[in-house]
C-alpha cells in the first residue's frame, strides 16, 4: 500500500489525500520503472517528469500526471487530486 499524506484544502473545507512524491517515485520504482525511464517513453526531460511529480505549480503536465497515474494503474485524481479535484 502506497502512503498517503493528508493535506487540509481550507477553501474546500475539505481534506485531499495527496501522494508524496516519495512514495510515486517508490510505486514506480517498485514496477521496475525509473524516472528516466518514464522520461524517455514520454519524449520529455527528466526534469520536466520531477517537476510534475513535486507539482511545481507552472511547470506541471497533465500528460505527465495521467502517465505516473498510468503507470501505478491508479486514477490520475487519487494520485493528483489537488490538480485534479
Do not use: C, W
Not at 501522494?19 to 510505486?27: F, G, T, V, Y
Not at 525511464?37 to 505527465?64: F, G, H, K, M, N
Amino acid at each position: 500500500m502506497v502512503n498517503i499524506l493528508p493535506i487540509l484544502v481550507a477553501n474546500k473545507q475539505s481534506i485531499l489525500h495527496i501522494m508524496h512524491p516519495a512514495d510515486i517515485k517508490a510505486a514506480l520504482a517498485r514496477q521496475g520503472i525509473s524516472l528516466s525511464t518514464l522520461a524517455q517513453e514520454l519524449d520529455v526531460s527528466p526534469q520536466a517528469i520531477s517537476q510534475t511529480l513535486y507539482r511545481y505549480a507552472q511547470s506541471r503536465s497533465r500528460r505527465i500526471e495521467a502517465a505516473i497515474a498510468a503507470k501505478l494503474e491508479l486514477p490520475v485524481e487519487q494520485v493528483f487530486p489537488d490538480r485534479n479535484p
